[in-house]
């Protein structure tokens, strides 16, 4: 199959300007390797695996107290361990060599106007808020519960929470307390950080009796700080000194959660040097941050792109908050902020791109996006249109990098990369020290076709465990069960023989028509290219001896689907995918059920609709529009 057109090129001051460029320089320098370009340094990242994180270790700078023993224990997964021996402190690498005069954190939401944090009161705030924390008896192990939006108190306190070695762990306020105690009650958490209320769609919520609720239910939680927000308040604590500990690498330092569609989330935690090396390599070599640079991604701090975001501290960039709805009153109201925050990376979600698309949203008309020279998309697979309506409304320049990655290790394994161009559709090439393979249900790596997601070899954030997993055995079931010492990551994956990739989507969602596979993200971007179309959803039900395929679809205000739509989706799909995967029924449905980091329900609906339960297939606070869910389980089955 032929290339797709290539949509941005980096300019020769852009290539020179990378900081992964410098990295490379410096590799040959002082390591004495000739590498001639990202490919020869990707293979060179993962077939030398040790000395390149010791070179990630060194480039960086990374301070530690005590110095790591080796770098790797075993290349056995699970079971690798990452620079034994070592202490360090993430929280002092966000700190360290800061002008506290200097502009840290940029925020806004529907509460507050645009404003600016600088390192001194960034510092200050966490100071406090370890001080806080040591006062109420928390200790290096125990667990900081979090109920807070994204606004700089709550960077500041994971930041505190972080220095003394406590674990964070947070939720976004819009879940329900059901969702939270699903999650926090695993890790039983011994201080819990609420706010008192936000603001979304212009609409006041008031969280008081959701934390009194949280209070009873979370038996192990000993004292609650309560953050005034939507009384327009400060967080006023007695000042207190930073004081970083240094912590062995593998401390925790925080613990994600799943999406929680099916059973409780799992908890992930993560290490405090895992995290601060991938994030050094991710955020300065990956996404090119640099002094001046303001990165910001839309995020709320239930997903892990709240935390991949802060990690942008560790750059010498500042970062942009934004909490609130990103459609309200309009989807202009993100494209006013990066005009009036200078924002210079945007980053979003593939549904952001395709809504701004659909609604014929214009960012550059009445806004000064001079400053902007990158456009980020994750979440989801970005399709084909989604590159060309960045080109054509935001410019030729703007560099639009495609991310894949996942909770899980709280990264991106397949993204950006900014010495390299961008072709229409694909993500750029596989992150440095990440071996992404697309295998076989045999095992076999293929290349130029769709096979599973797999790391065949260990990253320093891959979980250290699951929190309550004593044994090892719902790590193991998680990741490895598949392909024995091999981590399977659940999406389908195409490596091109350029070192490209395609996201096709969710291995578990896979739409299987007479032995033909297709990842159901196919799907959407043939059907999402009609203009009376905003959103579907796509499952295959076993019928009998058969599988039955219904494709659910969202149409714009005054469409209907009559005979000419239905014939126009059908032809598309049997076009773009092919004549096995044209559905067999076609349904409107009034919206599509999604988490609250915006992925799609494909899984929980077919199980809803093979009979299982409704409150069984989703946790209902765990889901961005819970009534939606209602809908698919009226439907006969």
Known sequence: MPAPPIVWTPSPERIASATITRYREWLAETRGLRLEGYHDLWQWSVDELEAFWASIWEFFEVEASEPYERVLTTHEMPGAKWFPGARLSYAEHVFRGRNDDEVAIHHASELRPLGEWTWGELRGRAGAVAAALREAGVVAGDRVAAYLPNIPETVAAFLGC???????????????????????????????????????????????????????????????????????????????????????????????????????PKPIVHGQGGILLEHLKKLRLHVDAHPGDRLFWFTTTGWMMWNFLVGGLLS????????????????????????????????TSAGFITACQKEGVEPRSGRDLSRLGSVGSTGSPLAPEGFDWVRDRLGEDIWLFSTSGGTDACTAFVGGVPTLPVYRGELQARALGAKVESWSEEGRPLVGEVGELVITEPLPSMPLHLWGDEDGSRYRESYFSTFPGVWRHGDWIEITDRGTAIITGRSDATINRGGVRTGTSEIYRSVLALDEVVDALVVDIPRGDALRMTLFVVLRDGAVLDEALEASIRRRIREDCSPRHVPDEILVAPEIPRTLSGKILEVPVKRLLMGAPADEVASRDSLANPAALDWFARLPH
Request: glycine share 10%; with cysteine.
């Open 316 to 347: 010498e960039a500042s970062i942009v908050l934004f909490d609130g709805n990103p459609a309200y009153p309009d989807l202009g109201t993100l494209w006013d902020l990066a005009d009036a925050a200078g924002i210079t990376c945007f980053g």
């Open 162 to 264: 972080a220095s003394i070695g406590a674990t964070w762990s947070s939720c976004a306020p819009e879940f329900g307390v059901r969702s939270v105690v699903d999650r926090l009650a695993q890790i039983e958490p011994k201080v819990l950080l609420a706010v008192d209320g936000y603001r979304y769609g212009g609409r006041d919520f008031d969280r008081r009796e959701a934390i009194s609720a949280l209070q009873r239910e979370l038996p192990t939680v000993e004292r609650t700080f309560v953050v005034p927000y939507l009384d327009g308040g400060d967080w006023e604590l007695p000042p207190a000194e930073l004081e970083p500990s240094q912590l062995p690498f593998d401390h925790p330092l925080w613990v994600l959660y799943s999406s929680g569609t099916t059973g409780l």
